[in-house]
């Protein structure tokens, strides 16, 4: 069975660190597809935060949390890590991580795979 698994969420206040982590399990050929991360503030819609792919190793961010966010992988943990420095309280929401055999990495649809989510929450 696929599954995904986040977790690292939690409060925060503005200026902190979570690191989130997305175990995969079930997955066969998981280094040959990519990660990525989403999330999902009350009354919006989900959104592209980074990814990572497992191919060539290249990482993506969405413009708002470039310079504050990293994505790393651990190949051997099957984990992918979402580091988050420099929190904001815009950076409040449900993060969702996700797998698929992705071209456009913030196109949702092209996801296989999703976990049930962690919530982050930055208080100012």
Do not use: H
């Amino acid at each position: 069975e696929v599954q995904l698994v986040e977790s690292g969420g939690g409060l925060v206040q503005a200026g902190g660190s979570l690191r989130l982590s997305c175990s995969a399990s079930g997955f066969t050929f998981i280094d040959d597809y990519v990660i990525g991360w989403f999330r999902q503030a009350p009354g919006k819609e989900r959104e592209g935060v980074s990814s990572f792919d497992g191919a060539d190793r290249s990482t993506e961010y969405a413009d708002s949390v470039k310079g504050r966010f990293i994505i790393s992988r651990d190949k051997g943990k099957k984990t992918v890590y979402l580091q988050m420095n420099n929190l904001k309280p815009e950076d409040t929401g449900v993060y969702y991580c996700a797998v698929g055999p992705v071209v456009d990495w913030n196109n949702q649809a092209q996801y296989d795979y999703w976990g049930q989510g962690t919530q982050v929450t930055v208080s100012s």
